[in-house]
Every structure is written in structure tokens, then in C-alpha cells.
DNA sequence: TAGATTATGTAGACTGTCTACAAGCACGGA
DNA sequence: TCCGTGCTTGTAGACAGTCTACATAATCTA
């Protein structure tokens, strides 16, 4: 059975990096996990590729954003779980705020209020 | 007097075109004004700098979503005009309905529906 | 033993935004 | 006349992050 392709979506530069953040606030996880998270919670819009993901994990983590050790993982292969450092939880809030400034403002743009008299 | 500098937000990666587009839905404008249109719709959130803008022009004139003819702007000085095309009004529309996918997958990620007995 | 699944990773192309610089023209004030 | 300022367009090159494509390894199952 041929399954239909959802319609996705590309990433715009920037927004992985939170989407990575929000993901590891319910908890420790590793890549895969995360990768597969991000996917199912969005109804499959958004597709993480290895090749973005792996460079964003380990871009975070030279910053101090997250922080990672080996463990197993449910199905019982290694994995490299990462966890949100205390800088990670600010920096969350930060970057958070600035994408819902950002979404407002193409709000504004996009679907601007109708002035009276005009 | 130092003007505080509003907290501005930078752009992400392709959503200066859907800006663009729209702000040519209203009636044909250049670039110069196009610009300020932004700046001043998104309440200077979103400043467009003139390396970002032109090329971008460029970009959509050569894809042919927008065309181009030299007038006058209000201020009497040499100006080019540009307009949506055809085919500019179409992509604009799918244009529009891809950024409205991708902020609502963000939002389903980031704030996601609390599942009930969780 | 072959293949699927889970999991991590890198190289290099590509795209679009940014900073910084440049230039032409009109206007007003010194 | 000269200078600065506002309006308008433009380019070069740096930079950042995502993409495609490829590679590896371990485990489980047919």
C-alpha cells in the first residue's frame, strides 16, 4: 500500500533549535526519540532529517544548552540522551517569546485590521 | 536624544518573499516603500535591511511572481515600480497557506493539548 | 544470513539574510 | 557654492542552518 505523502513542511532556519528545547522540557530524550516526537506531535507537517538534526543537538550542546550521556534506550540500543541545562530553560523562554513575536508580526502583515474610513 | 532601539526580531528564511507579495496585494510599490510598509505594519518588529530586500526583489521578478517598470514615487524621485503577476497572486496564495501550516505545527508543539488521565 | 529497525553521524550543496559599502539625485541651509 | 540629509537602488561577501546523500553499527526476526 502505496501511503499518501503528507503534505510537509520545510523548516524555516532557526525554528528547529526550539522545537528541539520544547521537546526535551517533558524530559530527557534522546535524538531519534526527539526527531519522532516532533513529527508525530505536529501530525507528521514536520520531518526532521538527520542531517539537521544531529548538527542542531550537537550545536546546542557547545553552547550549553543541553546536555547529553549514553543510555539505552526503550527498544534497548544505545542512545545518546540529552536534558535541558538551567541556560537551556532560559534560553527556551527567550527564543520562545521571540518566535511568538515573530508569528504576531507576520500576523499584522498578513492579515491586517481593516482601518476605518478607509 | 538616543532613539531606543526596538527589539526587533530577525527574519526567517523565505518569509521576506510571503511579506513582500502580500504587501504588493494592496497596489504596485517599490522597494524603498515596500520596506517601510513592513517596518511600520509589524509595529517595527520586523525591520527589512536593503541587503535582504533586493535580492529578494530580484529574486521574485526573475521567478516572474512580480514585474517591474521605472515611475516616480510620491517624493518625485526615480523609482521602480513593481506589481504582482498572474502567477505572482497564485503563489502568494500557496505561499500564504504554507507559512499558515508551518506556525500552526509549531504551535501543536508548542503548546500541546493536555491529553486527558496525563 | 539477509533484511528491517533503531540510532548516530558527516560532507557538501544550497538558500536566504545579514553587514558593510557604494552611488545618484534632489532639496534646503550655511 | 558646498554640504548634509533624505530617498532610492544596488552589490559583495560573510554567515547560518537546512537539505540530500552517504556511512556506520547493533539488534532482532524471517
Same mark, same amino acid.
Given at each position: 500500500?502505496? +501511503?499518501?505523502?503528507?503534505? !510537509? $513542511?520545510?523548516? /524555516?532556519? @532557526? #525554528?528547529?533549535?526550539?522545537?528541539?528545547?520544547? #521537546?526535551?522540557? &517533558?524530559?530527557?530524550?534522546?535524538?531519534? &526519540? $526527539?526527531?519522532?516526537?516532533?513529527?508525530?506531535?505536529?501530525?507528521?507537517? /514536520?520531518? $526532521?532529517?538527520?542531517?539537521?538534526?544531529?548538527?542542531?543537538?550537537? !550545536? /546546542?550542546?557547545?553552547?550549553?544548552?543541553?546536555?547529553?550521556?549514553?543510555? /539505552?534506550?526503550?527498544? @534497548?540500543?544505545?542512545?545518546?540522551?540529552?536534558?535541558?541545562?538551567?541556560?537551556?530553560?532560559?534560553?527556551?523562554?527567550?527564543?520562545?517569546?521571540?518566535?511568538?513575536?515573530? &508569528?504576531? &508580526?507576520?500576523?499584522?502583515?498578513?492579515?491586517?485590521?481593516?482601518?476605518?474610513? +478607509?
Amino acid at each position: 500500500m502505496i +501511503q499518501k505523502p503528507p503534505t !510537509r $513542511v520545510e523548516f /524555516l532556519q @532557526g #525554528t528547529l533549535d526550539l522545537l528541539i528545547l520544547r #521537546t526535551l522540557l &517533558a524530559g530527557p530524550s534522546h535524538g531519534h &526519540a $526527539v526527531a519522532k516526537h516532533i513529527q508525530r506531535t505536529s501530525e507528521d507537517l /514536520l520531518q $526532521v532529517e538527520t542531517g539537521s538534526l544531529y548538527p542542531a543537538l550537537h !550545536r /546546542l550542546e557547545a553552547k550549553g544548552w543541553i546536555a547529553a550521556s549514553w543510555e /539505552l534506550s526503550d527498544k @534497548g540500543k544505545r542512545a545518546k540522551y540529552y536534558r535541558l541545562t538551567a541556560l537551556g530553560r532560559k534560553k527556551l523562554v527567550t527564543e520562545q517569546s521571540k518566535w511568538q513575536a515573530f &508569528a504576531r &508580526a507576520m500576523g499584522l502583515i498578513l492579515n491586517p485590521v481593516i482601518e476605518e474610513g +478607509q
